[in-house]
């Protein structure tokens, strides 16, 4: 049996205010590569990696950040317990909306087998995207 839960999601567009530009009369229309498809990546569902603890397809883009945290919480019949917390990522958009850096913290690990404990901490993790 395992459970897991994703907890505490935040994402946040950071962007700085620049004046409306001035109107235009008739505006260009800008080509497409692929026209009338959308970015896949826009959403951000798309780039968030929970309940799951992989990673994602898409990056943050240009001017976003993403900070996802979990808790895993393994039992199993054997009566072994694992427990780890916090699970979190902090992923940055850079310059390029194909690039982002990924910054994993420690996380502190409980288990248990058979009445032992053994406690223990994973490694900090620094990581970059590109899609």
Not at 53 to 78: I, K, M, P, W
Request: one cysteine or more; glycine letters at 10%.
């Amino acid at each position: 049996m395992t459970l897991a839960i994703a907890t505490s999601l935040l994402a946040v567009t950071v962007a700085a205010a620049s004046p409306s530009p001035a109107a235009s009369v008739s505006p260009t229309p800008i080509a497409s590569a692929t026209p009338g498809v959308a970015d896949p990546c826009s959403s951000l569902i798309s780039i968030v990696n929970r309940p799951s603890f992989g990673t994602g397809v898409c990056t943050v883009r240009t001017g976003h950040f993403d900070l996802e945290n979990g808790y895993t919480n393994l039992a199993t019949d054997g009566g072994t317990n694992v427990v780890s917390y916090p699970q979190s990522l902090l992923r940055i958009g850079t310059f390029d909306p194909h690039l982002d850096f990924e910054v994993g913290p420690v996380t502190e690990n409980h288990s248990s087998a058979a009445g032992a404990p053994v406690n223990g901490m994973s490694d900090l993790s620094f990581g970059a995207k590109y899609e």
